[in-house]
């Protein structure tokens, strides 16, 4: 009973190149190109859709008007995470992601927050983005989110 | 969907690890052990749908590993890469459609063998999400918060949820987590990601379950005590969590309304003797009650702190413990079901609801709750 | 109440090696747009979603949930199949099982790849058990080899016989504006492409493509009302194998137990007679020619006569891959679904330049994972 049973342990190593397509490809180079954030407008629904996307999939209607969006926004729910993945982390623990609503976007967006003593985020709060130096093509285009501590 | 019933279950005890068996070997025990129950044999057996994961099992085609742990071998076999509940609902079409008298609902996952947080990562796509390093945690304690301020609850309140299933697990053999813990013991369990703490997080299992499911022209043949499928309702949110109103549950509502109509519940509290839901977390719990209409938005924690889903009360929610006893990723929802069966052939044990005729199973995949299976299964056909 | 059903309707992308236009569900999106536009019906027609892909060759766990945003499946009902080869006549059982079941009444069954963002093969061996397999067999390709040597071998069939299987097909495609390779090829330049894994050659195998197909069932009574020519379903079997690739037992086709049963169930006594076109999921050409005995359309080792006398083209009494098959065309999750949409296509009339005149009854198979299969068979009636 008290075998030592045999374990074994690999990892799939398998390479992915995942096409972002027109309209994510657009919004990544508004970013990279003008540090400016774009929504998409749903004629139907007229919610302005943040991150741009190409339909309203609650509409199922291709959307038509690119809004700039932020980069100013709010907190509409936030967690600050305690553990180390550190694969998959592009920050340290402690460290902060929240539900943001940019301003003039009526959807909310996944993102971290830095630049901000944890225990101090608060729903509510008012943020905006933090460009990269370098632009990649993937949202840490936008390093983080951080408070907007005047105006 | 008067004419199916399920006639025999079978779970393993759901562990942190189990390193004495491979997945395969862990799904033909459940099924053996399925089979010397309702006295069945591989040749009773119609067809079979199975539940799992790529990713959880780290191979493509997941099911091709538990072809003969099934009995698939020249029978007709299909894997429903979701939760259990919904390879349940594929089960009994199959019977509906007419051509099968039996089919065999397997489910199994092994979290010990994978890496969760990554596998949970890579449900976040590629082109706007997954470089966030972004997981389960993280999308519920978004919606965690985002509930409980809209509804004023503290951390507190939520925590007896985790009370209330963990004490109920202890009479529930197969649980893997069980204990009387406080709210002060929830509250100092550590924070995973605020306002999640260790013991508001379901654990990571390994185990499998199985279910037989007859058309009513031969359940007897298996059992006298079969338990009959009323119901059944399943339906999917938008995906982008920021698009959704993460305080509610549409998705599940609607699941819930199709199967109640099926049922013929209009009252689900009066009308429900005992409920099995998918509390992946332990605010889940609160807002799936009240998606499933057990109360008002918001009033989740009050149908708690005034009883009703105690195991003692009125409309008992999770005897078993729930996913925070055990949380086998993909069977989950499956063993709400059988729990639910347990409870309608008087089998549940220590756990026993007296007199349960009407149970609500529900199961749910996706974060925060974006896909839902809701059944009504009954011990009167 | 058991319900009978039929396809009333299906749209598939332009399928090519790298779709980068288009993220994963932008690309399905295009797939559904073409079905909902040829049922003449709007996403709020739909009942419930099936959809099927296999999650490692993009990397996508949980994939139906980022897909829908463009399969519809929004506050619909949705469930994932997935099984490999097989995703595709999976998802298409699933879909038939929602309506024959009475549960659901129109039903979009949605199958989708996007080998160009993996490498397919890596994805492929992760299939096989990783203690006793996973190390010593390559991909899809070993496995077929073996089975396209013991056949040519077993029959005294030649590598010629393959080749002009694969020239068929790709001249079939040429007529499929969905289709990937539409080649002009020789036999001769098949025999002189690269060998890939003896005796299948480059140009015997089947691509990695990019693409979708959407398929919209219904049942009966919606069927009739929507429908002027519906594609009944007749018949949908599947049939299992032992799961160690060592344990097959070559003789002892899936395909043909399949398709036997499907037969039955069909009322189909003499199917060279009684089918009109099949869509065969031929993996690689020497599929084309070996497998057409499991299906009883020639009996053991003819396949090659009927090659060479040119039965299974277009224009032979019974032809096989009007649309090019999976040779031509291969975005794996979809692979199989394209199958049964052509043979759709053929009931309905609507198979354009493919379009096999008159076709009243139609095959169609899956085939994935250790070599098990299913069998579809479609009619113009009930």
Redesign the interface.
């Known amino acids: 009973m008290s075998e030592e049973?045999i374990?074994?342990r690999?990892a799939?190593?398998?390479?992915?190149?995942?096409?972002?397509?027109?309209?994510?490809t657009r919004f990544y180079r508004e970013i990279a190109e003008h540090r400016k954030l774009f929504g998409t407008r749903c004629p139907r629904c007229q919610r302005v859709?943040?991150?741009a996307?190409?339909?309203c999939?609650?509409c199922?209607t291709e959307t038509t008007d690119w809004v700039e969006v932020g980069p100013r926004g709010t907190v509409?729910?936030?967690?600050?995470?305690?553990?180390a993945?550190p694969?998959?982390?592009?920050l340290p623990p402690p460290l902060a992601?929240?539900?943001?609503?940019l301003d003039g976007a009526d959807?909310?967006?996944?993102?971290?927050v830095s630049e901000v003593n944890v225990a101090e985020i608060k729903?509510g709060m008012r943020v905006e983005a933090v460009f990269a130096e370098s632009p990649q093509g993937?949202?840490?285009d936008v390093k983080f989110f951080k408070p907007i501590t005047q105006g | 969907m008067e004419d199916i019933a399920i006639v025999g279950v079978a779970q393993t005890k759901f562990e942190r690890e189990k390193r004495d068996l491979n997945y395969a070997e862990l799904v033909y025990g459940v099924v053996t052990e399925l089979f010397e129950k309702t006295g069945a044999t591989h040749q009773d057996v119609d067809n079979i749908v199975t539940a799992s994961s790529d990713f959880w099992d780290g191979r493509t085609i997941s099911s091709m590993a538990i072809q003969s742990a099934v009995g698939a071998y020249m029978k007709s076999e299909s894997k429903v890469s979701s939760d259990g509940t919904l390879a349940l609902l594929y089960g009994a079409m199959r019977i509906l459609s007419g051509q099968f008298k039996t089919t065999l609902v397997v489910a199994h996952s092994k979290g010990s063998e994978g890496a969760p947080n990554l596998i949970a990562n890579a449900a976040f796509d590629p082109v706007y999400q997954r470089q966030l390093g972004i997981d389960f945690h993280v999308a519920s304690a978004l919606q965690a918060r985002a509930y409980m301020q809209k509804y004023g609850l503290t951390e507190q309140d939520v925590a007896l949820v985790s009370v209330k299933n963990l004490a109920n697990a202890k009479k529930n053999p197969y649980a893997q987590v069980a204990g009387d813990f406080t709210v002060d013991d929830v509250m100092n369990s550590g924070y995973l990601a605020e306002p999640i703490k260790t013991l508001d997080a379901s654990p990571i299992s390994d185990g499998a379950c199985a279910v037989l499911l007859a058309h009513a022209d031969v359940a007897s043949r298996f059992t006298d005590k079969p338990v009959w499928l009323k119901g059944v309702g399943h339906c999917q949110d938008g995906y982008y969590l920021g698009d959704r109103d993460l305080t509610t549950s549409p998705a599940l509502a609607a699941a819930a309304r199709r199967a109640y109509q099926m049922a013929s519940i209009d009252d689900p509290l009066k009308q429900l003797d005992v409920a099995e839901i998918y509390d992946a977390y332990s605010y889940q719990e609160l807002m799936w009650t009240e998606a499933l209409g057990f109360c008002q938005p918001g009033e989740g924690v009050q149908l708690l702190k005034s009883g009703v889903t105690a195991i003692n009360g009125s409309l008992p929610v999770n005897p078993s413990g729930g996913l925070l006893a055990a949380h086998a990723f993909l069977a989950a929802g499956l063993v709400r079901v059988i729990e639910c069966v347990l409870q309608l052939r008087g089998e549940a044990g220590e756990h026993q609801i007296p007199h349960a005729k009407t149970a609500l199973a529900h199961g749910s995949f996706g974060f925060c709750g974006q896909t839902h299976c809701v059944w009504i299964l009954s011990a009167e056909r | 109440m058991p319900k009978n059903v039929a396809i009333i309707a299906s749209g598939q992308t332009n399928h090519t090696s790298r779709r980068k236009d288009v993220n994963i569900p932008e690309m399905i999106r295009e797939a559904v747009d073409r079905a909902l536009t040829d049922a003449e019906l709007t996403i709020d027609d739909i009942d419930a979603v099936v959809i099927g892909n296999m999650e490692h060759f993009e990397g996508i766990n949980l994939s139906d949930m980022w897909a829908s945003e463009g399969s519809g499946a929004v506050m619909k009902p949705c469930m994932k199949i997935a099984t490999g080869g097989t995703t595709g006549t999976s998802v298409a059982a699933g879909a038939y099982y929602h309506c024959a079941s009475g549960l659901f009444d129109t039903v979009l069954a949605i199958g989708w790849e996007k080998l160009s963002e993996s490498d397919t093969t890596a994805g492929i061996i992760t299939a096989f058990d990783p203690i006793v397999e996973r190390l010593t067999l390559a991909g899809a390709i070993g496995g077929l080899a073996i089975e396209a040597n013991l056949y040519m071998t077993t029959y005294g069939l030649s590598q010629e016989h393959f080749a002009k299987a694969a020239v068929m097909a790709r001249k079939n495609a040429q007529n499929n504006p969905h289709a990937h390779l539409k080649h002009d090829l020789t036999v001769e330049m098949v025999l002189n492409s690269p060998m890939i894994a003896y005796p299948i050659h480059y140009l015997d195998m089947c691509p990695t493509s990019d693409g979708a197909c959407a398929v919209i069932f219904a049942s009966e009574d919606r069927a009739r009302r929507l429908c002027p020519r519906p594609a009944w379903i007749k018949a949908a079997v599947c049939r299992h194998n032992h799961p160690y690739i060592g344990d097959v037992w070559w003789d002892r086709s899936t395909l043909e137990s399949a398709a036997i049963e499907a037969y039955k169930i069909a009322g189909i006594t003499n199917p060279r007679k009684e089918l009109d076109v099949i869509e065969l999921y031929d993996p690689a050409s020497y599929a084309l020619v070996a497998w057409i005995q499991h299906l009883h359309i020639c009996g053991p080792g003819e396949g090659g006569k009927l090659i060479d006398d040119g039965s299974i083209t277009m224009e032979g009494d019974i032809p096989v891959n009007p649309s090019g098959g999976v040779i031509s065309t291969n975005p794996i999750g979809a692979t199989a679904l394209i199958r049964v949409a052509e043979a759709a296509l053929q009931i309905q009339g609507k198979a354009g330049a493919r379009q096999v005149e008159g076709a009243k009854t139609a095959l169609a198979t899956g085939f994935g994972g250790s070599y098990w299969n299913e069998v579809f068979i479609l009619s113009d009636r009930l």
């Open positions: 049973i374990v074994h690999t799939l190593s398998i390479p992915y190149a995942w096409a972002a397509g027109r309209h994510a859709l943040f991150p996307r190409k339909a999939s609650r199922f509409t729910s936030f967690t600050v995470v305690h553990y993945e694969q998959i982390q592009p992601y929240a539900l943001i609503q959807t909310a967006f996944i993102h971290l729903t993937n949202i840490l």
